[in-house]
């Protein structure tokens, strides 16, 4: 199953308020989900009534492959920033295996 972590339309007419939710990602924009990782209300105008987020929960949904869309992922970098910065070194540490494996293939031909 695709694991995606994306917003969740909940609230009334003109005033939306978005559960940041994982999701099948092939499951609707409101279908059901697996988990609520946090919440975002964007009129709200005190700083910290704006946005809730459980970092944890989203780096362990992240750990077991689900992938952030581009509004959550700035939500979260916003909010948590070590979250994006674990999945960049994450992602470069993973580059980077790669290209020692590629080397190594490379001299092992030669």
Known sequence: ?????RLRQQG????????????????????????????????AQVEDLRMNLKADRVQHWLSLGAQ?????????????????????ERRLATKAKAREKRKARKSAAA
């Open 1 to 5: 199953m695709a694991l995606a972590i």
């Open 12 to 43: 009334r007419k003109n005033h939306s308020m978005y559960r940041i939710v994982v999701i099948d990602s092939r499951a609707p924009r409101d279908g059901k989900y697996l988990e609520v990782v946090g919440w975002f209300n964007p009129l």
């Open 68 to 88: 952030m869309t581009e509004s959550v992922e700035h939500l979260v970098h916003k909010s948590a920033p070590s979250v994006t910065r674990w999945q960049l």
